[in-house]
T-cell receptor, first 119, second 113 residues
């Protein structure tokens, strides 16, 4: 199993350009997440999805859109990139808490990130 | 919303010594607390987690303790080795809230040979 795969690994954009980051997981996880990681600030949740066709806002959703058309894929879009969106982006996935014995939260599995620079 | 504070931000230890990282959380409804290790150029990897119905959990050289009353939890690494050098993150989550995690700011651990 590949786990969580993110493409591309690196990208440089100019201000105002658009792009889509792709996340794919092969673990049949119900939940998927997009985080950004900035120096000294840990990981902050951008958007997440609890199932195919559903998305919800996280802590820092402004300037981003997401789509989950297939269970295994979660796309993060930047419509008009800004320098403040320079960051490392991580995708993660997990089982639903409903699928676990005792209905408890399940660990999130992370990809290796996309390093995005916006000039 | 939930707020997680993590200390220290950097930690340097001699090989063989112990390392302790502490986190506090604000939302008393949080009941799941994972710890992640992140190596350079890689994504975070789960190393241990604890749920609010237990006070301590151990896995070889790694242990986590949880004090629900004080709303803090700690990671203990014993007999540190150079390969333990990495950035460690704590996180907190409320069951059924989409498994959403709130992360601490991270601790950079350096194990000196």
């Amino acid at each position: 199993n590949a786990g969580v795969t993110q493409t591309p690994k690196f990208r440089v954009l100019k201000t105002g350009q658009s792009m889509t980051l792709l996340c794919a997981q092969d673990m049949n996880h119900e939940y998927m997440y997009w985080y950004r990681q900035d120096p000294g600030m840990g990981l902050r949740l951008i958007h997440y999805s609890v199932g195919e066709g559903t998305t919800a806002k996280g802590e820092v959703p402004d300037g981003y859109n997401v789509s989950r058309l297939k269970k295994q894929n979660f796309l993060l879009g930047l419509e008009s990139a800004a320098p403040s969106q320079t960051s490392v982006y991580f995708c993660a996935s997990s089982y639903s808490w409903l699928t676990a014995k005792g209905n408890s939260n399940q660990p999130q599995h992370f990809g290796d990130g996309t390093r995005l620079s916006i000039l | 919303g939930e707020n997680v504070e993590q200390h220290p931000s950097t930690l340097s230890v001699q090989e063989g010594d112990s390392a302790v990282i502490k986190c506090t959380y604000s939302d008393s409804a949080s009941n799941y607390f994972p710890w992640y290790k992140q190596e350079l150029g890689k994504g975070p990897q789960l190393i241990i987690d604890i749920r609010s119905n237990v006070g301590e959990k151990k896995d070889q050289r790694i242990a986590v303790t949880l004090n629900k009353t004080a709303k803090h939890f700690s990671l203990h690494i014993t007999e540190t080795q150079p390969e333990d050098s990495a950035v460690y993150f704590c996180a907190a989550s409320i069951v059924a809230a989409g498994n959403k995690l709130t992360f601490g700011g991270g601790t950079r651990v350096l194990v000196k040979p």
